[in-house]
């Protein structure tokens, strides 16, 4: 488990990026890190991954301290950054001196991962494309098998055909012991493959649920008008009307749509924790 | 698990820098000794030259210093960099495992080109010798040959304690601070023989090394007396581990 206790964190003391934050990720689950640019994302990822320390508060991953990155921590956790760095060395090469560092990595499972990403064989990591080497690295990230995968942004660059390979391989490398955590901006690129959302807006976490979860409070649904209907948090006009995020007093099943359900979250983040908290 | 050193975790990262940087140091190295061949080889043909190249020979010496230096100066640029730094970083392995990885990196090409400089140095003044017997001995002195291995690896030391002190241009701050250091250095030296020998202007001496008294016709060599020399190599021995162990101080500082 990732144990996010009271965390404050700033690049100044003034500044603060995020204040008392706090989160439990549960394994089995894969969660999206949302929020605008800036909001402060990678900053978070970072913070969990040990690079970066807290100003205040704690972190735990299954009870140790990232930021001791100690060996037997580091061999259970990846992330998978924004930019991306691979050396000069054939993708043979890479897995050849890299994989003995992790235990659980499965050199099958990797190679399964190229195939579902269409990617060459036998090529030197410095003649593939920039979204080619993003497809190794996921597909490193996921083969290590280990229990924290973090990834920040890991759709930027990879292709409309990709995007949609991203979220069947990374779906099905999920497991009952793994957490894996994709922050993007991109919100879309999430849609079908996360269970889970965290929305991060003015040092805070606006939303923090399972989609069951906002599935049940909030309705996505068309309207013929929007105006006079006090449930509606977020509408936008459509071919057949208006294309609403609204309260789902009526319990009625909806798909999420994460991209609306961002928008509304940012235009009414007080009744949106108004709603969450109602029991 | 051992969280501080494991001798698979060395191995596994040893062989992770040769497979990343294997070939760019191989190829520095092929430079500089292509680069060394062109400078010390004339020595063969002595009589060609209208001056003695031996000094190519010290010149050489200068190149490769400076050469290695600069290499050593990026020693832990890969943990710094922005682009590299984070898969760097959270490769599985502790801290004293990534700094002694980068340590026997480093160590292995300086030894190997200030051994391969040695060798070419004898190997040629060899080949002189016996091109052409009873010519005036060019081959440099023991001591002289041990003077230059230790101060290539004094300043080694320094630039690889620099590249982790100094965040910003590390090899130019470093540059200043070893040549302000040598500078004061010297000056105290000089200082100190000065006030042995009464102010005597025809001695002059350099630090560690022997002193020269020049008389009219000639130069005496006054130097240390074989224990003290010794105390002297022990003395710069501990001097350069002491700068290794405060760069890991440093990297343990900067919480690498």
């Not at chain 2, 940087?21 to 400078?39: K, S, T």
């Amino acid at each position: 488990m990732i144990h996010v206790d009271g965390v404050s964190f700033g690049y100044s003391s003034n500044k603060l990026l995020f204040e008392n934050l706090s989160l439990k990720l549960h394994p089995g689950n894969i969660y999206g890190l949302l929020g605008k640019n800036g909001a402060g994302k990678s900053s978070l990822l970072r913070n969990i991954a040990g690079l970066l320390y807290p100003i205040a508060g704690r972190i735990e991953i299954d009870g140790r301290e990232p930021r001791k990155r100690q060996p037997s921590f580091l061999q259970d956790f990846f992330l998978i950054p924004e930019e991306i760095h691979l050396p000069s060395v054939t993708v043979e090469k890479y897995i050849e001196t890299l994989s003995p560092f992790y235990p659980n990595f499965d050199e099958s499972q990797f190679r399964k991962y190229l195939r579902e990403f269409d990617m060459p064989e036998g090529n030197k990591i410095t003649d593939l494309s920039y979204g080619q080497k993003k497809k190794v690295l996921i597909s490193f990230g996921l083969a290590t098998n280990t229990k924290h995968l973090i990834m920040d942004e890991p759709t930027n660059g990879l292709d409309i055909p990709s995007k949609s390979q991203f979220r069947k391989v990374v779906s099905s490398a999920l497991d009952p012991h793994r957490i894996i955590l994709i922050s993007t901006h991109q919100v879309r690129d999430l849609d079908n493959l996360i269970d889970s959302i965290i929305i991060l807006d003015d040092s805070k976490i606006l939303v923090h649920h399972s989609l069951d979860e906002i599935s049940e409070k909030l309705r996505f649904t068309t309207l013929v008008t929007a105006e006079d209907d006090n449930r509606v948090l977020y509408s936008e006009p459509s071919l057949k009307g208006y294309t609403v995020v609204m309260e789902n007093w009526e319990q009625e099943e909806s798909r999420v749509d994460l991209e609306r359900l961002f928008n509304a979250v940012m235009n009414n983040p007080a009744r949106i924790r108004k709603i969450f908290h109602r029991p | 698990m051992n969280q501080v050193f494991s001798f698979q975790r060395y191995w596994l990262l040893l062989k992770l820098d040769f497979a990343e940087n294997g070939r760019r140091n191989a190829l520095i190295f092929g430079v500089l000794f292509g680069l060394m061949l062109i400078m010390m080889s004339p020595v063969i043909d002595y009589r060609k030259f209208g001056f003695d190249p031996i000094v190519f020979h010290v010149l050489a010496y200068f190149m490769i210093t400076f050469c290695t230096s600069l290499f050593t100066s990026l020693v832990f640029d890969k943990y710094a960099s922005s682009n590299t730094g984070i898969n760097a970083i959270l490769i599985p392995a502790s801290q004293t495992e990534k700094y002694l990885a980068a340590l026997a990196a480093n160590l292995t090409f300086a030894t190997a080109l200030i051994a391969l400089y040695v060798g070419m140095h004898i190997w040629f003044v060899e080949i002189l010798e016996k091109e052409m017997p009873g010519i005036i001995n060019k081959k440099f002195h023991p001591s002289f040959i041990q003077l230059l291995v230790y101060t290539f690896f004094l300043i080694q030391s320094v630039c690889f304690l620099g590249s982790i002190y100094f965040k910003k241009a590390a090899y130019i701050k470093t540059a200043t601070v070893f040549f302000s250091a040598l500078i004061v250095f010297s000056l105290i030296n000089r200082t100190y023989v000065r006030n042995f020998t009464n102010e005597d202007p025809s001695v002059s001496a350099v630090p560690f090394g022997q002193w020269n008294v020049m008389g009219r016709n000639s130069i005496f060599l006054i130097e240390y007396s074989q224990s003290t020399f010794l105390l002297i190599k022990i003395f710069l021995v501990f001097f350069v581990l002491a700068l290794w162990y405060i760069a890991f101080v440093r990297l343990k500082e900067k919480e690498i």
